[in-house]
């Protein structure tokens, strides 16, 4: 398929960069840190050998979420959100950009969201999980509280919010222990991030701001396989829900979130996503450069889905929750108008 449009794909500033080493190899480190650090290079051939029309673009993980210092989080955030605006506008037709957030501060979370989506033409913002401040040790979930005025911002800019995934923190991750190979993308990423979700979903979040837009990667992170269990546990006990939030869980699961199939290239996966959140809620992504480009497109081009599902995750539902100019339209209406 031509014209797809991605939206996990990443990219390092050397003071993140770091950050994405120790999780491969090191024999492919010097692969895994020169794809991190070009944007304009290889990444654009890939794309356009693989019918990738756009990338929306956003900084490694877990980088400003792991700054523990305030001051630094947002010198960060605001370099590689700099950065990332000097590079999509050498070529604003094949990417686009989501904002780094120092979230350990909520105040200058708002302030750097607002620049980004205001001045610097972001699409909204991408969030490498919970965020470490003062000394590091207390994981900030978004449900806390503290955290609601900069809800009502990213509802009021209107614009889609990536909870990306990262590891959970050493003291939290004891059920891994002698079992290490279980951390990173292997499952550890997808547990953290899925009860991250759960947290906002029955928070009552999305009660006191229903238009908030959640995106989250690879197929959603186990959650579509496991929805209906959440709420419709012990039926036969009639026991109203433990949670703030008023309605069930998989209402908000399916009105406010949004999956995408980064890092999860598996028909009978998405097969499954299509029935529990449907064909307009879920975006083609690849989750470059930790996975390859040609084995997302290759596999989502011949998935045996409908041809029409496969042009709304590959390509319309992303312009619309985006609000993308249509540039294959706006060519093809040229052409028109020429004849
Ligand atoms: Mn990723």
Redesign the pocket.
């Known amino acids: 398929m031509q014209g797809k449009i991605a939206l ?1 794909e ?1 990219f390092a500033i050397p003071e993140t960069l770091m950050d994405s080493a120790g999780f491969l190899a090191e024999s492919v480190w010097p692969e895994l840190k020169s794809r991190l650090l070009d944007i304009q290079d290889k990444r654009l051939k890939l794309m356009d050998e693989q019918g990738v029309e756009m990338m929306i673009l956003s900084l490694n ?1 877990p980088a400003v979420q792991a700054i523990p210092d305030i001051k630094k989080a947002n010198e960060i955030s605001i370099r590689a959100n700099d950065y990332l605006a000097g590079e999509v506008a050498k070529r604003p037709d094949r990417f686009q950009a989501f904002a780094a957030l120092p979230m350990q501060d909520p105040d200058l979370a708002i302030r750097e969201l607002e620049r980004t989506v205001k001045t610097l033409g972001f699409k909204g913002a991408l969030v490498n999980g919970f965020s470490q401040v003062g000394d590091g040790q207390t994981p900030l979930y978004y449900d806390l509280e503290r955290f609601w005025p900069f809800w009502a911002k990213v509802e009021q800019l209107d614009v889609p919010f990536y909870l ?2 990262r590891n959970p923190l050493a003291q939290d991750a004891r059920i891994y222990q002698g079992a290490e190979w279980l951390l990173g993308p292997t499952w550890a990423f997808g547990q953290e991030t899925a009860v991250h979700a759960l947290r906002l979903m029955g928070s009552g979040l999305f009660d006191q701001y229903p238009g908030l837009r959640i995106i989250i ?1 690879h197929m959603g992170e186990g959650l579509p396989y496991s929805m209906w269990r959440v709420d419709h546990r012990n039926a036969w006990v009639k026991a109203p829900p433990k949670y703030k939030a008023k309605k069930k869980i998989a209402e908000y699961f399916n009105e406010n979130f949004y999956l995408t199939t ?2 999860n290239f598996r028909t009978q996966t998405l097969i499954d996503a299509l029935l529990e959140i449907g064909a307009d809620r879920i975006l083609f992504s690849a ?1 470059w450069p ?1 996975e390859n480009v040609d084995h997302a497109a290759e596999w989502f081009d011949s998935a045996t889905i409908s041809e029409a599902d496969r042009k709304k995750i590959g390509r319309d539902n992303a312009l619309k929750l985006f609000k993308l100019e249509d540039r294959s339209a706006a060519q093809s209406g040229k052409a028109q108008a020429a004849e």
Request: hydrophobic content about 20%; overall charge negative.
């Open positions: 996990e990443h993980a990306h995934p990667g980064s890092g989750d930790f």
